[in-house]
C-alpha cells in the first residue's frame, strides 16, 4: 500500500443502474477497491467513497441516475461520490454539473478507478471528468460477478458495431471486443472454485464474440462446456441473427448450457424492424424460434419487444402483434420506445401518441402473461433440476430450474445453493408466476 493511499482502511459502497454487464463491472471495480485496502460497508455505516455505475438506455433510464446520486448525496453529503457507466459516458458534462459528484469516470477509465483517487481534491468542490471518446475505446476489461453465491455473471463481450437507428449504446461503450476463450475458461474455473453453480454468459452483443480476438462463439460455449463443477450455463440476451443453427444444435446436446434463449425481436413488423436498421426478419426470426422448440421442446424462450418506435403505424403493431402471438415462446420483455438525443430515428417523422404506446405496451404484456401461463402449464407434472438459491422468505426456499421456471419448496427442505429434482405442481396461491414444487429425489 502506498503512503499516500488516503483511502487506505477506508469504507465505500456502490449502486449499479442497468443490465447484468454493469453489476459484473461494479463487482470488478469493487473487488480492486478492495485490493487497494478498502473495504464495503456494514449495516449502519456511513460510507467514505460511493461509486455508481449508471445506465442511459432510455430517457427514463437517465432520470433514475440523476435521482440515485441525488439521493446518495443527501444520504451521504460527507462521501465522495464517483460516477461512472454508460449515462457518464455519453452525458459526462451534465453528470458533472450534478451536486455532489467528485468524479466522473467514461467507459474506458471505470475499470482502472483505483488509478483516479489521489486526483480527488477538495470534495464537491468541483467535478473531475476523465473521459475517452468513445472511438479511441478498444480495450476488454474483464469482469464477473455474483448474484448470492449460486449464480454469477460472466463478461465475455463488450460494446457493439451494430447501428440500430433507436439505440445510443454503441455510442456509450464503443465497438466489439472480447476476452480470449482460454482467459474466460479460467474465470470460470475461478467461480467454481468459489462455490458457485451456474455463470450467465453477459456482453452488449454476446453473439459477436470474436470480433477481436478471431475466435468463434459457438467455439467458446464448446469450450465452457467442459468446465467441470458448473452445473449450468446461460446465455444472455443475442442477437437473432448471430445465434447461429449450429449454436442451437450444441446447447441441445450439450452437458451444461441451459435449454433457455433470451433473443430480442424488437418488432414483429418488417417494416419497423427496417425502419430500426435490425439485422433480420420476421421469416429469420421465425426460423430460430422453430427450430429451438423442435430440437429442445421444454425450452424457456423469452423475447424483448419496443412498442411506439418512430415510424409504428397501427397496422404495423397489429402485423407485430400477432407475429408475436403466432410464436411458441414464453415470455415478452415489453419496453415504450424512448427518444434518445442523437439517434438516427428522430429523423423518421412518424410518431406515436404516449396514450396509444400505454394501450399497445398493455396488449403485449397481456399477452407475455398468457404465454407464460401456458408455459408453466405444460410443464405441471413434469420433473425438472432446480438450482436453490438464498431467499429471506420464512416460509419459502426459492430457485430455478434448467427452463427457467422459478419453483418453490418449504423453507429448510434443501440447503441454499444445492441442486435437486423436482416434481413441479400448480402455480402457488400468492404468485402465478411461481410453481409449488416437491422433492422428486
Same mark, same amino acid.
Given at each position: 500500500?502506498?503512503?499516500n ?19 459484473a463491472?461494479?463487482s470488478a471495480? *469493487?473487488r480492486s477497491?478492495?485490493e ?5 460497508i ?9 461509486l455508481?455505475?449508471t445506465c ?19 444520504d ?11 449515462y457518464a459516458?455519453?452525458?459526462p458534462?451534465?453528470?458533472?454539473s450534478?451536486? *455532489?459528484?467528485?468524479?466522473?469516470l ?5 475499470v482502472?478507478?483505483?488509478?483516479y483517487? *489521489?486526483?480527488?481534491?477538495?470534495p ?5 471528468i476523465l473521459?475517452t471518446?468513445?472511438k ?5 476489461a474483464?469482469?464477473v ?8 455473471f ?5 460494446g457493439c458495431?451494430?447501428n440500430?437507428?433507436?439505440c445510443?449504446i454503441p455510442k ?7 476476452g480470449?476463450?482460454?482467459?474466460l ?16 454468459l453477459? *456482453?452488449v452483443?454476446?453473439?459477436d464474440f470474436?470480433r477481436s480476438t478471431?475466435e468463434k ?5 464448446k469450450a465452457?462446456d ?5 452445473e449450468r ?5 443475442i442477437?437473432?441473427?448471430?445465434i447461429?443453427?449450429e ?9 451444461r448450457f ?5 433473443i ?11 425502419l ?5 426478419n420476421?421469416?429469420?426470426?421465425r ?5 429451438i422448440?423442435?430440437l429442445?421442446?421444454h425450452?424457456?424462450i ?5 412498442v411506439g418506435?418512430r415510424?409504428?403505424?397501427?397496422e ?5 402483434y ?18 434518445r438525443?442523437?439517434t438516427d430515428?428522430?429523423n423518421i417523422?412518424y410518431?406515436?401518441d404516449?396514450?396509444v404506446k400505454?394501450?399497445?405496451s398493455k ?20 420433473v425438472r433440476?432446480a ?12 430457485g430455478f430450474?434448467d427452463?427457467?421456471?422459478?419453483v418453490?419448496l418449504?423453507?429448510g427442505?434443501v440447503?441454499?445453493?444445492?441442486v435437486?429434482s ?7 396461491d400468492?404468485?402465478?408466476e ?5 422433492l422428486a429425489?
Amino acid at each position: 500500500m502506498t503512503d499516500n493511499n488516503i483511502f487506505e482502511n477506508k469504507t465505500f459502497a456502490y449502486y449499479t443502474l442497468g443490465c447484468k454487464l454493469n453489476f459484473a463491472e461494479t463487482s470488478a471495480i *469493487g473487488r480492486s477497491l478492495i485490493e487497494y485496502g478498502m473495504r464495503t460497508i456494514r449495516d449502519g455505516e456511513t460510507p467514505d467513497l460511493c461509486l455508481i455505475n449508471t445506465c442511459s438506455v432510455t430517457e427514463l433510464a437517465d432520470k433514475k441516475c440523476r435521482q440515485t446520486i441525488r439521493k446518495v448525496h443527501r444520504d451521504f453529503p460527507k462521501a465522495r461520490i464517483i460516477v461512472t457507466g454508460c449515462y457518464a459516458q455519453l452525458k459526462p458534462e451534465e453528470v458533472a454539473s450534478i451536486e *455532489g459528484v467528485d468524479m466522473v469516470l467514461g467507459s474506458n477509465e471505470k475499470v482502472d478507478l483505483v488509478k483516479y483517487l *489521489g486526483q480527488l481534491g477538495t470534495p464537491h468542490a468541483s467535478s473531475h471528468i476523465l473521459h475517452t471518446p468513445v472511438k479511441e475505446i478498444n480495450t476488454f476489461a474483464p469482469s464477473v460477478s455474483s448474484e448470492g453465491r449460486t449464480r454469477h455473471f460472466l463478461k465475455v463481450q463488450d460494446g457493439c458495431d451494430y447501428n440500430c437507428s433507436y439505440c445510443t449504446i454503441p455510442k456509450a461503450r464503443g465497438r466489439s471486443r472480447n476476452g480470449r476463450i482460454d482467459d474466460l475458461v479460467a474465470q470460470a474455473r475461478g467461480v467454481v472454485a468459489e462455490g458457485g453453480r451456474e455463470i450467465v454468459l453477459t *456482453g452488449v452483443n454476446v453473439g459477436d464474440f470474436g470480433r477481436s480476438t478471431g475466435e468463434k462463439f459457438i467455439d467458446l460455449i464448446k469450450a465452457l462446456d467442459e468446465v467441470e463443477g458448473i452445473e449450468r450455463f446461460r446465455i444472455s440476451s443475442i442477437e437473432p441473427n448471430l445465434i447461429t443453427d449450429e449454436a442451437i444444435e450444441f446447447v441441445a446436446r450439450s452437458k451444461r448450457f441451459a435449454p433457455h434463449f433470451h433473443i430480442p425481436l424488437q418488432s414483429g413488423s418488417d417494416e419497423v424492424l427496417k425502419l430500426m436498421r435490425r439485422r433480420y426478419n420476421t421469416t429469420l426470426f421465425r426460423h430460430k424460434i422453430e427450430m429451438i422448440k423442435r430440437l429442445i421442446p421444454h425450452a424457456f424462450i423469452g423475447v424483448d419487444v419496443i412498442v411506439g418506435t418512430r415510424g409504428e403505424r397501427d397496422e404495423y403493431f397489429e402485423e407485430c402483434y400477432e407475429f408475436v402471438k403466432s410464436l411458441d415462446i414464453s415470455q415478452l420483455h415489453v419496453f415504450s420506445y424512448s427518444e434518445r438525443p442523437g439517434t438516427d430515428a428522430l429523423n423518421i417523422e412518424y410518431t406515436v401518441d404516449p396514450k396509444v404506446k400505454h394501450r399497445r405496451s398493455k396488449r403485449l404484456i397481456a399477452l407475455s402473461a398468457e404465454k407464460l401461463r401456458a408455459f408453466y402449464a405444460s410443464h405441471q407434472g413434469s420433473v425438472r433440476r432446480a438450482l436453490f438459491e438464498h431467499s429471506s422468505d420464512e416460509d419459502y426456499i426459492y430457485g430455478f430450474t434448467d427452463n427457467y421456471i422459478r419453483v418453490r419448496l418449504p423453507k429448510g427442505a434443501v440447503p441454499e445453493g444445492e441442486v435437486h429434482s423436482v416434481l413441479i405442481g400448480a402455480p402457488s396461491d400468492e404468485d402465478p408466476e411461481v410453481m409449488t414444487a416437491i422433492l422428486a429425489e
